[in-house]
């Protein structure tokens, strides 16, 4: 079986899997690390968001044979290392506004936040309504008014 | 902390001249047991006698209450309990903590948070000192151990509370032994000490072993007095926050049992279809990462190293299927069944002049899926089973698993694992179900998980529903209010079924079915329209339905709200105007006056663009909804890619009054979500039934609220304290909001929708996935499709 070799969360590892094998069960089932959720396996309800090196993508629809030695994966548990602090701005801003009801989808709803952050940060602008509108990650509690207070509190500490 | 209360008295146990003290509501006393432990513990009835405060009558007009004004579906749960319910216990540690088992389901309604404060409040201690968890099923609660109708506060509050006083009173006793006798007058508690005079001060979790008992006996408590609670009321965050903010929050699919492994289920491509054949059990066996492959009831189980490979081992069989059971049926099928089965209208004789207005909306299927799919971890062994899931009646599941089983109930214990979501939804325990049986087939431990595509096709659905109104009105006056909703028929085989045959006898409906039962029950009289009849009829279509939010509610408000707009027309009344001097409820003119200030209720509004206003009564309490919204054409027909978009509400103000909020943070947290399941209901979200199966498959073709669907102002008023003891919340912000939506719709674009959602008969605004293989492959373009 092919070996897989990539950083996650900061630390390299390996592991025998299939090339199509899609990265987040890879994430999940081989590696245990659980924060990216399952919500739908079709880059649709984007629970599964994390990063790859700094942007965020959904490792339910990418084969574990397309990420490379040199891929750097992060994961909500791995957020808080890349600011190197117990908890990333945008995570302490979700528990000033608790935004979480379930929490089901909270992992990729931070992940995708704070990479709406940064595209809109590199475009020199502040964030705005519409940029939340664009935001692709389901809610079913429906705790969208409090995320979207969250966000734009979160960029101004990130 | 609280001052100290002189005549609150300490010693719970049975002391004749304490006994004898007045009851009066709030300082009534209660029984509890001290339980023989090695640190205090404490155990009460869940159960106990609870207060049902009655709405009086005052309108001119008086309707007569109907059977949800005298006893609604809150009371039907808690009474139900009554006779049969055991003991929930609460345990202090020598760490100074306090363990509760919580015999309900945390799905993100947030009741393990205010079951903290109840317990925080009445022990004088922090509430992050509090550690509430969820019990496994107990079949010796027998019918308490369900989370649904809203109940779980209304039916626990005074209980805990009770468990917590004994606490206190029982370290107060062992402090003042402590401390060489000092009066028990001389001591308080304060935030996990008890203090005494000169500055004495012992820490809780120093009293534990010391004030614990070393028989059971039965001892009373008198309850902190209203005025002197600290924390209830008070906004608190979630105390599971940090975990779900950091990943670390645990749901069923994120357990580590020993040896379960990813099982998937390929299923029937119409609704319920059986297996009559597999032709490739060998082919799919020897795929990579496949350990099993098993007929179970409810398809093919297929066991594999990870849930990828269960995906592509299920997509590679080649199943016969047998037919389903609404096979060859599409929407129009079903309505016309509804339809047949609609309870004629009887108005009664009226004055001659007197106007009719008749009305008639149709409700399509919905879904209650929640984000978290229908999903169980199972350990079946030969002689013995344990099962793990967010599951809402694990009671009956853990029945109906043991008699699928074979195995005697005690052979099979049942976990309770907080869910992601539930919307109704784990009611029902499809997927444990499934997970027990694979397990026992495959001789293996399976982590089992329902795919997105089968969760609504296959999953639970609500109903789909026609809701009919004739009014009569004379002058200034309602004469007759008749409401008919008829109903595809919903499943309560989650086991309330239960609760009704015990408790039939005493409710106040007569002899009717359950289903007639629970609308009668939780159809509030909301108006004073003079003779006022709701009735629910159903016809069985061979759906797996289920409760969805508030279960008839959203879809008779919308009926009741649309057609009182209409009334106040027929009287050139205002909407606000009309419902306030109408509304049976004086409580609902209250948070009819507050949306109507805090929304600046009749601003003027440009053309295309509306707002609407409605009310709901329901689980003791009542709420109103102002809504505004923007039917322009560039806003309706803004563009957004695989999305709907349509009419956007752009303000929500929603008041709400639960009687006594326990914690207005998290009852935001429930209106906001209920604001946007109103908003997906009547503008957006709805299964389409065609030639026998539900043809969603993803969250973009089942279109729930998204974020190009979100108001930008959505504002949530927690009214005052009207009572002792809190109503249900956990539903109540549906229906006054589908409504209010529903009204401003019509008012914008001066047209009344009747059926919902409104875009439902519209072009299929997506290409339905195939039904076989039943589950797409995922993609593999996510590194450039972000």
């Known amino acids: ?158 | 902390m609280r001052k100290r209360d002189e005549d609150r008295p300490a010693i719970t146990t049975n002391d004749p001249s304490v006994a004898a003290s007045p009851p009066s509501l709030g300082r009534r006393r209660f029984v509890g047991y001290l339980v023989a432990a090695p640190t205090l513990a404490v155990a009460v009835r869940l159960g106990l006698d609870e207060t049902v405060d009655k709405q009086p009558a005052s309108a001119a007009v008086p309707s007569v209450g109907g059977p949800a004004e005298i006893f609604d579906l809150s009371d039907m749960l808690t009474a139900a309990g009554m006779p049969t319910a055991n003991l929930i216990s609460l345990e202090l540690r020598t760490d100074g903590t306090v363990g509760f088992e919580l015999p309900r389901a945390e799905v993100g309604q947030g009741i393990t948070t205010s079951t903290a404060m109840i317990i925080a409040d009445e022990l004088d201690i922090a509430v992050d000192k509090v550690e509430v968890t969820l019990a496994p099923a107990r079949p010796e609660l027998i019918f308490n151990q369900l989370t649904g109708g809203s109940n779980t506060t209304h039916s626990t509050y005074t209980p805990i509370r009770t468990a917590a006083a004994i606490a206190r009173g029982r370290l107060l006793e062992a402090a003042a032994l402590q401390l060489g006798n000092v009066p028990l007058s001389a001591l308080d508690t304060v935030e996990g000490f008890v203090v005494g005079p000169n500055g004495a001060k012992i820490a809780y979790g120093d009293l534990a072993k010391a004030a614990a008992s070393t028989e059971t006996k039965q001892v009373q408590a008198t309850l902190k007095p209203t005025s002197q609670q600290s924390v209830i009321g008070t906004a608190q965050n979630r105390v599971d926050a940090r975990d779900a903010v950091t990943g670390k929050k645990v749901f069923a699919m994120d357990l580590d049992i020993p040896g379960a492994l990813p099982t998937m289920v390929c299923r029937p491509p119409t609704l319920n279809g059986t297996v009559s054949a597999v032709g490739n059990r060998p082919a799919v066996l020897a795929m990579p990462g496949v350990t099993h492959v098993e007929t179970i009831a409810s398809g093919v189980a297929v066991r594999a190293q990870t849930f990828g490979q269960c995906i592509d081992a299920v997509r590679a069989l080649d199943v016969t299927w047998g037919p389903g059971t609404a096979e060859g049926k599409s929407d129009a099928d079903i309505l016309a069944e509804v339809r047949k089965a609609q309870l004629p209208m009887l108005v009664p004789k009226v004055p001659l002049l007197t106007k009719t207005l008749d009305t008639d909306f149709t409700f399509w299927f919905a879904s209650n899926s929640p984000l978290e799919t229908n999903s169980a971890v199972a350990d079946v062994r030969a002689d013995s089973a344990e099962i793990w899931g967010s599951l809402k009646s694990p009671i009956t599941a853990q029945e109906e698993i043991a008699s699928k089983l074979g195995m005697p109930v005690s052979k099979v214990k049942v976990n309770v694992v907080t869910g992601g979501g539930s919307f109704g939804r784990k009611l029902f325990f499809d997927a444990a179900l499934d997970a027990a049986e694979a397990s026992q087939k495959m001789g293996a431990p399976v982590r089992l998980m329902w795919h997105r595509a089968d969760d609504f096709r296959q999953g639970r659905a609500h109903p789909m529903a026609t809701s009919r109104v004739r009014a009569t009105v004379l002058g200034k006056e309602v004469l007759t209010w008749e409401q008919r909703h008829t109903s595809v028929k919903t499943d309560w085989g989650h086991g309330l079924g239960e609760i009704i045959t015990a408790t039939a006898a005493k409710l106040p409906v007569g002899d009717i079915g359950f289903s007639e039962t629970v609308f009668a029950l939780s159809q509030a009289t909301h108006y004073n329209f003079g003779v006022t009849t709701q009735l629910l009829s159903e016809v069985d279509g061979g759906f797996n339905t289920g409760s969805m939010r508030n279960i008839y509610s959203p879809n008779a408000a919308v009926a009741r709200e649309l057609t009182v707009d209409q009334l106040a027309a027929m009287m050139k009344m205002d909407p606000l105007a009309f419902r306030k001097s109408f509304a049976y409820n004086k409580r609902s003119a209250a948070v009819l006056d507050k949306v109507a200030e805090v929304g600046d209720w009749g601003r003027s509004m440009p053309a295309g663009t509306a707002q609407g206003i409605a009310i709901h009564n329901e689980y003791h309490g009542v709420s109103a909804c102002l809504v505004e919204i923007d039917c322009t054409p560039a806003t309706v027909n803004r563009q957004v890619r695989d999305g709907v978009t349509g009419p956007r509400v752009t303000k929500v103000v929603f008041a709400v009054d639960v009687g006594l909020p326990i914690n207005p943070k998290g009852l935001e947290a429930q209106m906001m979500g209920g604001i946007m399941d109103g908003i997906a209901i009547t503008l957006t979200s709805s299964l389409h039934l065609k030639d026998g199966y539900f043809l969603e498959g993803s969250w973009d073709n089942y279109a729930y609220t998204r974020e190009w669907n979100v108001p930008a102002d959505v504002q949530v008023v927690v009214m005052p304290a009207t009572s002792e003891s809190p109503g249900g919340a956990g539903e109540l912000g549906v229906p006054a909001s589908a409504a209010a939506v529903a009204t401003a719709y019509a008012r914008a674009t001066g047209k009344v929708p009747t059926e919902f959602p409104i875009n439902h008969s519209a072009p299929l605004f997506f290409d339905p996935m195939p039904t076989v293989p039943p589950i797409p492959q995922s993609p593999t373009d996510g590194l450039t499709n972000y």
């Open chain 1, 1 to 158: 079986m092919p070996q897989q070799t990539f950083t996650v969360n900061g630390k390299q590892v390996t592991v025998d899997a299939p090339d199509d094998v899609r990265l987040l069960w890879v994430l999940r089932d081989i590696l245990g690390i659980r924060g990216p959720k399952y919500g739908c396996g079709l880059n649709v309800c984007k629970a599964c968001t994390s990063h790859i090196n700094g942007k965020a993508f959904n490792p339910c629809s990418v084969p574990v044979g397309d990420i490379t030695a040199d891929d750097e994966i992060t994961t909500i548990e791995g957020l808080p290392a890349t600011v190197g602090a117990d908890l990333h701005p945008m995570q302490q801003a979700w528990l000033d506004h608790d935004v979480a009801q379930c929490g089901y989808c909270q992992p990729g709803q931070i992940m995708a936040a704070v990479d709406l952050v940064n595209r809109v940060r590199a475009e020199g602008r502040d964030i705005t309504d519409a940029d939340l509108d664009t935001l692709r990650n389901i809610c079913r509690c429906g705790t969208y008014p409090r995320l979207r207070e969250a966000i734009k509190d979160g960029a101004q500490s990130m």
